[in-house]
């Protein structure tokens, strides 16, 4: 058996879970998600928890009897927790804001770098060189920051650019001056 599709996903208070044949809908504080799972996969709903199960040994249904129960207990912690993803910004004259809704970089370019806000998704910027993404959808929220970061990642010589905070650059040595002994 799959150690994580054996476990059983626990539905907290104030959450609500229907299912549907292959389709689960989880509504809670932070809002409500829906997933279509594979048909193959059963899932069951016994009392406050959630149990997963798969038809047979086979590779297939061994894969997706973990990811399905995992997916689950995404979205029961993501009505419930939410999920946030924080980033860095890095560099002289680098720095974010908050214009409506919309998020506003300036990251060495000619242009500022304007990212609108997705639906699901909420953005603040509590410096001017730090940005929070949150929401309840951990894939949404995981997309949306690396977009984000994809604007000016981080370059390995002056580590300037937008990082997940408590990420590690790996820096290089810049060009030796001629003549210079090691």
Not at 100 to 121: F, T
């Amino acid at each position: 058996m799959s150690r994580i599709g054996k476990m059983p996903v626990v539905i907290p208070a104030g959450v609500d879970v229907k299912l549907d044949g292959n389709h689960i809908s989880v509504k809670g504080p932070k809002g409500e998600l829906s997933l279509d799972f594979n048909p193959e996969i059963s899932v069951e709903i016994n009392g406050a928890e959630i149990a997963v199960k798969r038809p047979g040994d086979d590779k297939v249904h061994r894969s997706l009897h973990g990811l399905t129960r995992t997916l689950i207990s995404n979205m029961v912690t993501g009505v419930t927790e939410g999920y946030t993803k924080t980033l860095e910004v890095n560099g002289v004259g680098y720095r974010a804001q908050k214009q409506g809704s919309d998020l506003v970089m300036n990251l060495g370019y000619s242009h500022q770098v304007i990212v609108p806000e997705v639906e699901g998704i909420k953005v603040e910027v509590p410096s001017a060189n730090q940005i929070v993404i949150s929401g309840a959808d951990k894939q949404k929220v995981g997309q949306f920051a690396a977009e984000v970061r994809a604007k000016r990642p981080p370059e390995p010589y002056k580590g300037k650019g937008i990082k997940y905070a408590g990420e590690h650059i790996r820096r290089k040595e810049g060009k030796a001056a001629k003549g210079a002994k090691k």
